[in-house]
Antibody, heavy 121, light 107 residues
Framework: EVQLLESGGGLVRPGGSLRLSCEAS????????MNWVRQAPGKGLEWVSA????????YYADSVKGRFTISRDNSKNTLHLQMHSLRADDTAVYYC??????????????WGQGTLVTVAS | EIVLTQSPATLSLSPGERATLSCRAS??????LAWYQQKPGQAPRLLIY???NRATGIPARFSGSGSGTDFTLTISSLEPEDFAVYYC?????????FGQGTKVEIK
């Protein structure tokens, strides 16, 4: 059974930084692209970032490009999202989502339970 | 960026009834459209991918259809656990985008 467990969320001040992690199990982690998708309180879903199975290619939404960095450690089955220069509109539940293929196909077939990031002073 | 417009915003139905949800794309996304279900306090769950393919473990009462700009998710007979918010999502054009959601509530 695929399991994705996010951690690292919390309260951070505007301009601050935070690092999210997602620990994966139940599948061969390196065989799949991974994504971060976020959901602001009471709002819809927004794709944030993707990384291919081998980690060589990364992709970002315009809203986070230059501020967020996605990475993965396939030896530890872990996905990360390093977030800098955080703004109030980054406040959201951040979900780790597994892609259907090794490339970034953007079809999210398994999701973690999410970790809440709150940016406020 | 592709805009997905879902209708209606809210659908009020009784258990056992048929639910028909619509998703319209601002331009053709071919068949690269997925549907997700989200219950309160839970993560989304993939129901349908590539317009009409049920994801692993999804009951047969869920079906998807359409191509191009107009898509439909049908729940043939609503079970109590089906009352939730449903999102469509396209992956034909980068960036992948989601619709704003349709809430299926108990009448």
């Amino acid at each position: 059974e695929v399991q994705l467990l996010e951690s690292g969320g919390g309260l951070v001040r505007p301009g601050g930084s935070l690092r999210l992690s997602c620990e994966a199990s139940g599948f061969t982690f390196s065989d799949y692209a991974m994504n971060w998708v976020r959901q602001a309180p009471g709002k819809g879903l927004e794709w944030v970032s993707a990384i291919v199975g081998g980690g060589s290619n990364t992709y970002y939404a315009d809203s986070v490009k230059g501020r967020f960095t996605i990475s993965r450690d396939n030896s530890k089955n872990t996905l990360h999202l390093q977030m800098h220069s955080l703004r109030a509109d980054d406040t959201a539940v951040y979900y780790c989502a597994k892609d259907r293929l090794v490339i970034a196909e953007y079809c999210f077939d398994s999701w973690g339970q999410g970790t809440l990031v709150t940016v406020a002073s | 960026e592709i805009v997905l417009t879902q209708s209606p915003a809210t659908l009020s139905l009784s258990p056992g009834e048929r639910a028909t949800l619509s998703c319209r794309a601002s331009q053709s996304v071919r068949s690269y459209l997925a549907w997700y279900q989200q219950k309160p306090g839970q993560a989304p769950r993939l129901l349908i991918y590539d317009a009409s393919n049920r994801a692993t473990g999804i009951p047969a009462r869920f079906s998807g259809s359409g191509s191009g700009t107009d898509f439909t998710l049908t729940i043939s007979s609503l079970e109590p656990e089906d009352f939730a918010v449903y999102y469509c999502q396209q992956r034909s054009y980068w960036p992948p985008t989601f619709g704003q959601g349709t809430k299926v509530e108990i009448k």
